[in-house]
Nanobody
Framework: QVQLVESGGGLVQPGGSLRLSCAGS????????MGWYRQAPGKQRELVAS???????NYAISVKGRFTISRDNAINTLYLQMNSLKPEDTAVYYC???????????WGKGTLVTVSS
C-alpha cells in the first residue's frame, strides 16, 4: 500500500520559517515526480513546487525565492523549506507523487501551516 505522510506544519509568525517533510512508503518514489500543493480555505488546490526524478525543481511564482523543494531518494522523503513566510501562505499543504507514463498519482492527507502574528 502506497502511503505519503506529511509532517512539520504548525503556527509561525510572518517572516518565519518552517520545514515540511513527506515520508513515502510502499513504492519506489525515486521514479516519481514529487510535489507540494496547498489549499487555502475557500480556494482551489494549487501547485507550490515540484521536483522531477532527476532533481529538477519547479516553483510557483508566489513562492519562488522563498521556498526550496528537495528530495532524498535513499529514504523516500520529500522536503519543503519555507522561509519568509507570509499570511497568504496559510493553507493545508499536501504531498504528491505522480508518474505520468504509468498513470499513477498519490496524495498525502496534508499538514496545516498557519502564518499569523
Amino acid at each position: 500500500q502506497v502511503q505519503l505522510v506529511e509532517s512539520g506544519g504548525g503556527l509561525v509568525q510572518p517572516g518565519g520559517s518552517l520545514r515540511l517533510s513527506c515520508a513515502g512508503s510502499g513504492t519506489i518514489f525515486s521514479i516519481y515526480t514529487m510535489g507540494w500543493y496547498r489549499q487555502a480555505p475557500g480556494k482551489q488546490r494549487e501547485l507550490v513546487a515540484s521536483i522531477t526524478s532527476s532533481g529538477s525543481p519547479n516553483y510557483a511564482i508566489s513562492v519562488k525565492g522563498r521556498f526550496t523543494i528537495s528530495r532524498d531518494n535513499a529514504i523516500n522523503t520529500l522536503y519543503l523549506q519555507m522561509n519568509s513566510l507570509k499570511p497568504e501562505d496559510t493553507a493545508v499543504y499536501y504531498c504528491n507523487a505522480a508518474h505520468r507514463v504509468y498513470g499513477l498519482n498519490y496524495w498525502g492527507k496534508g499538514t496545516l501551516v498557519t502564518v499569523s502574528s
